[in-house]
C-alpha cells in the first residue's frame, strides 16, 4: 500500500525565499507529525495535527515557520524568508492512533524533504 | 534538556555478534517507548516498541528491555548481520500527554561482516 508521501525530495533556496514542503499521509490516518533532523541531531518535533483538534505548535522554532492540514489529509509546512540554520531534512510522518487513545500506535515516516538554504 | 538520550553515537560489531543499543530518558511519565531504524536517504521505520507494563519485548532477532526504576532501555539484535548497519532513533511518549514521541538522537550501528 501507498506509504507516507513527501515532495520535494530535495530543494535548494536562497536565503531569504520562501518554502513550501508537502506530505501526503497514509490514506485514513488521523494524526500527523512534522519533525526535522539537523545535521549531526536527532528528530526535532515541530508540529502535530490529529483529526479535527487545534494543531500542536510547540515545537515549531519561531514565526517563519507555519503549517496547515486542508480536509484532514495534505499537509503543508511553509518556512518565510529561510535563514541558513533552517537546512535540515523535514520528514512528515502519520499515524492511526487517536488523541488520548489507550494504545499506542507507531509513526510512519516519509522519506523526507532536504532543504539546503544557500 | 534532552529528556531521551541515545549516548553512543555509533557501535561496530562484528556480524553474528550481539548488537546492545542503550536509550536513557529522564521524563517519569514517560510510558511508551520504541525504536525506529534509518537508512541514509530514507525516514524511520518502526522496529519494536514496549509499554510499561512490561519489561521485554521480543520480535524475532530483536529484544528491548526496559528498567523502569533505572529509566532504561536497551535494544539487542542476535545475531547482528550486516543489513543491520543503520541508525536507531530511541523515542518515547505519554500516554497520558499528547501522544507526541520524543526522540534521541541515533546510534550509528555497523555491523562489519
Known amino acids: 500500500g501507498a506509504g507516507v508521501s513527501q515532495s520535494p525530495s530535495n530543494k535548494v533556496t536562497e536565503k531569504g525565499k520562501d518554502v513550501e514542503l508537502r506530505c501526503d499521509p497514509i490514506?485514513?490516518?488521523?494524526?500527523l507529525y512534522w519533525y526535522r533532523q539537523s545535521l549531526g541531531q536527532g528528530l526535532e518535533f515541530l508540529i502535530y495535527?490529529?483529526?479535527?483538534?487545534?494543531?500542536?505548535k510547540s515545537g515549531l522554532p519561531s514565526d517563519r515557520f507555519s503549517a496547515e492540514r486542508t480536509g484532514g489529509s495534505v499537509s503543508t509546512l511553509t518556512i518565510q524568508r529561510t535563514q541558513q540554520e533552517d537546512s535540515a531534512v523535514y520528514l512528515c510522518?502519520?499515524?492511526?492512533?487517536?488523541?488520548?487513545?489507550?494504545?499506542?500506535?507507531?509513526?510512519?515516516f516519509g522519506n523526507g524533504t532536504r532543504l539546503t538554504v544557500t | 534538556d534532552q529528556q531521551v538520550k541515545q549516548n553512543s553515537p555509533s557501535l561496530s560489531v562484528q556480524e553474528g555478534r550481539i548488537s546492545i543499543l542503550n536509550c536513557d530518558y529522564t521524563n517519569s511519565m514517560f510510558d511508551y517507548f520504541l525504536w525506529y531504524k534509518k537508512y541514509p536517504a530514507e525516514g524511520p521505520t518502526f522496529l519494536i516498541s514496549?509499554?510499561?507494563?512490561?519489561d521485554k519485548n521480543e520480535d524475532g532477532r530483536f529484544t528491548v528491555f526496559l528498567n523502569k526504576s533505572a529509566k532504561h532501555l536497551s535494544l539487542h539484535i542476535v545475531p547482528s548481520q550486516p543489513g543491520d548497519s543503520a541508525v536507531y532513533f530511541c523515542a518515547a511518549s505519554a500516554s497520558g500527554g499528547s501522544y507526541i514521541p520524543t526522540f534521541g538522537r541515533g546510534t550509528s550501528l555497523i555491523v562489519h561482516p
Open positions: 514496549i509499554s510499561s507494563i512490561k
Open positions: 495535527f490529529q483529526g479535527n483538534s487545534a494543531p500542536d
Open positions: 510522518a502519520s499515524s492511526s492512533l487517536g488523541h488520548g487513545a489507550k494504545v499506542d500506535s507507531p509513526l510512519h
Open positions: 490514506s485514513g490516518h488521523t494524526a
